[in-house]
């Protein structure tokens, strides 16, 4: 005998939310919208988790569809929701997304800001968010061209990582570490930590990482060793070129692979 679910359960809201969150993902992005309508007509008006996990992911919808300006205001309910509730975690959540949608130079400080929060939280969860704080902060110092402290701050999440024994996340680390050192000009030394993510996921047999092949060609073409880099960019480009949030959001990034790797 199956069970009837009120439309109206707190956990059925929640569950819808993240329906819509994979909808999103998967860029149907009409879809999430509609799966989304369905949990505001029951929200009512209580100040509610449901309602926090409402708009967080309604804002990301219109931020993953190029809609910023109508994303922010609903990071910043959800934010002051989950702020009410002392919901610590939805309110990190709402100030990092709050930073992924803002300019470069408002970006900085809202990430700190969410760095400050998650690392002040009682909360085990909340602070489970430095990690992703971290990496997001290490971008925005690299995109205002401070890449000292964008490479300080990659390394604490390198650091981070490791210590929690997440071992894909603590490679997505060590390549942005890598590719600070090549902004920074450290070229050789970028080349030999992305050689050695390399030879890591070749030894473990996993999915070949298109970014890292990139790297590696784009390191070897400043050290004047085209030929030896057209391999690697081609790689990248085959792996790379059926990326859809790459080919929509950097074809240039793309074209350019395909250029140098043919």
Known sequence: MLLQIPEDDPAFLELLTQIARAQGL?????????TLNQVERRLGEVVSRPKIRYLLERGRVFG????????????????????????????????HMLALIAPPEQSLELNLQAIRMADSSEQEKA??????????????????????????????AEAWQRSKGRVYETRIAKWCVARTLRSLGLVEEALSKQMALKHEWEAEGVEKDGFVFEEIGE??????????????FSKAYEILARDEWLVEQEPDRVARLKLLGY
């Open 26 to 34: 998967q860029r149907k992005f009409e879809k999430a919208h509609q």
């Open 64 to 95: 993953s569809s190029g809609q910023p300006e109508q994303a922010r205001p609903c990071f910043e309910q959800a934010l002051e929701y989950a702020q009410k509730l002392s919901e610590d975690f939805y309110a990190v959540d709402a100030q």
């Open 127 to 156: 602070r489970g968010w430095l990690g992703s704080l971290y990496n997001n902060t290490g971008w925005s110092y690299h995109k205002l061209g401070n890449y000292a402290a964008a490479l300080e701050i990659f390394e604490k």
């Open 219 to 232: 390191c070897l073409l400043l050290l004047n060793r085209a030929e030896e880099s057209r391999r690697y």
